[in-house]
């Protein structure tokens, strides 16, 4: 049988520029040219009949053909590399130790490990989830996963997703209020405020043009996930952060208000400082990743 496959080394490009999101970056990755891999990209998707990429003044960006094609490019490439070293009797093998904080490992992370474990049982993964930021070459540690509102100079940086603001509550108390309107709603219901990110509400009320009279009543708690726990029992309506609040409104524990979606300044970072990053398993983890979280974003409702 004749399979219809594109060339490996366009596949290897491809999947680099989508996991950098820069031919340049993607360039010094594979030890070759930007131009070689703009080439191999636009020659792939002459091949395919899709435009992988969208390239405008604000830089590369997956298009939502490109999001679906990434993972299982990323997939069949750590087969390719898993059967090579098994052909050859290779064990590449090995750990990977990743810090992360505890919210997003337990709500985005953790419930995606079982696809990576599909991919390579091989490779044993060991979480860091304390709040402290650690010096990764000095704790031994290979990638980090920071919350940030922009990439700093040390270690190589890769953004993940950005976050949204949307406010959810319980079921029971959006029913309550009728048919109101989300606007008279945020001002008639309990606000619950999470003190580590205070400013959220106060800049969710004003993009969205709504009074902020109310905006020192109601409850305050010290972590997301406590004003998540505090919004399910009906306590008031918690400003959520997708991705992070996606898996409670998906097991019906929260619903999402019909009001405006707004991006916060922060996103998710894959953090590593370079050498040891560059480990088989290290490298397998981070191009993974990268992956999930391209198709994760290109799944959104709404997303071009």
Not at 222 to 239: C, K, T, V
């Amino acid at each position: 049988m004749v399979r219809n496959l594109p060339p490996l080394s366009a596949l290897e490009m491809f999947e680099a520029a989508a996991r950098r999101l820069s031919f340049k970056r993607a360039a010094e990755d594979l030890g070759v040219t930007p131009s070689a891999v703009s080439h191999a990209v636009q020659g792939l998707e002459v091949r395919l009949g899709l435009r992988l990429f969208h390239r405008d003044q604000h830089g590369l960006r997956l298009s939502a053909a490109g999001g679906a094609y990434l993972p299982q490019v990323s997939a069949a490439l750590a087969a390719l590399a898993q059967a090579t070293d098994q052909a050859t009797g290779r064990r590449p093998g090995g750990a990977v130790s990743i810090t992360v904080a505890p919210t997003f490992a337990s709500h985005w992370l953790v419930p995606r490990l079982a696809r990576f474990a599909a991919h390579r049982p091989d490779i044993a993964i060991a979480l860091d989830t304390s709040r402290q930021v650690v010096d990764l070459a000095r704790e031994g540690i290979d990638l980090a996963i920071r919350l940030s509102e922009a990439r700093t100079t040390r270690g190589r940086w890769t953004r993940l997703m950005g976050e949204t603001l949307v406010p959810v509550c319980a079921p029971a108390l959006a029913m309550s209020f009728g048919e109101t309107g989300w606007p008279d709603l945020l001002r008639r219901a309990p606000l619950l405020h999470v003190t580590t990110t205070s400013a959220d509400w106060d800049a969710y009320l004003a993009a969205t043009g709504t009074p902020r009279e109310r905006l020192g009543a109601g409850l305050r708690v010290d972590s997301i996930q406590m004003a998540f726990e505090a919004a399910a029992r009906g306590l008031g309506i918690a400003l959520g952060r997708h991705p992070l609040v996606d898996h409670h409104v998906a097991e019906g524990r929260l619903v999402a208000l019909p009001a405006p979606r707004v991006p916060a300044p922060t996103a998710y970072w894959l953090v590593d400082g370079g050498a040891a990053a560059e480990r088989p398993a290290a490298r397998s983890f981070r191009i993974w990743l990268v992956a999930e979280a391209r198709a994760a974003a290109s799944a959104l409702p709404g997303r071009r």
